[in-house]
């Protein structure tokens, strides 16, 4: 016999956690580090300022309103993590501009000093402190490449965030197909 607590939580799955999530880590950081880069480097008034910042933040924002939307909406979850991906692209673009337009060098990704900011990614508690020399005390030439390389990984992990819900999602279906399933099992062990 089912009772309903167990109907309960199974109906709705654990959800939220985002703050446990490497891509939400990840996009944290690259938000804080535009803000500050903005700060230091682009005009307040000016629309690219407000652009850049809004950009980083609606990658964060939209790791968050997907995993809070999950228990109820994988189809909500996997739109929004395609929507801070592709804000962080917007961004990405945004600082490759910068660099362009102000005859920077676009570091590759074997360049000595990219790599080195990869590694950094191999921290296990990093934070935008593990960052902050790169973005606050260096030129702009280097701060822009050093958020160009979060945002690649954070990127990198977004993809690999919604393939693995799009194959949850394959595997275990939605809301709605739980809800029947739960129906479901409650009538047949009624009987």
């Known amino acids: ?30 938000y804080d580090a535009t803000v500050k880069f903005c700060e230091r480097f682009i005009d307040k008034r000016s629309r690219t300022f407000d652009q850049m910042v ?38 990405l673009q945004d600082f490759e501009d910068y660099l362009r337009q102000n005859g920077f060098k676009l570091w590759q990704k074997n360049d000595t000093k990219a790599v080195e900011i990869r590694q950094l990614g191999r921290i296990k508690d990093r934070s935008y402190m593990s960052y902050r020399t790169y973005i606050e005390s260096a030129s702009p030439e280097v701060a822009a490449n050093t958020i160009i390389c979060l945002i690649h990984q954070t990127n990198y992990l977004l993809d690999q965030q919604k393939r693995s819900l799009e194959e949850q999602f394959l595997r275990e279906g939605g809301f709605t197909e739980r809800m029947y399933r739960l129906r479901k099992n409650f009538r047949d062990n009624k009987q």
């Open 54 to 91: 809004q950009a980083a933040r609606s990658g964060k924002q939209n790791i968050v309103e997907g995993s809070m939307a999950s228990g109820t909406s994988k189809k909500t979850e996997l739109k929004l993590i395609g929507i801070a991906r592709a804000s962080l692209e917007e961004l």
């Open 1 to 30: 016999m089912i009772n309903n607590n167990d109907i309960n939580n199974n109906l709705i799955p654990p959800h939220g956690g985002y703050r446990n999530l490497v891509s939400y880590q990840m996009a944290e950081i690259v």
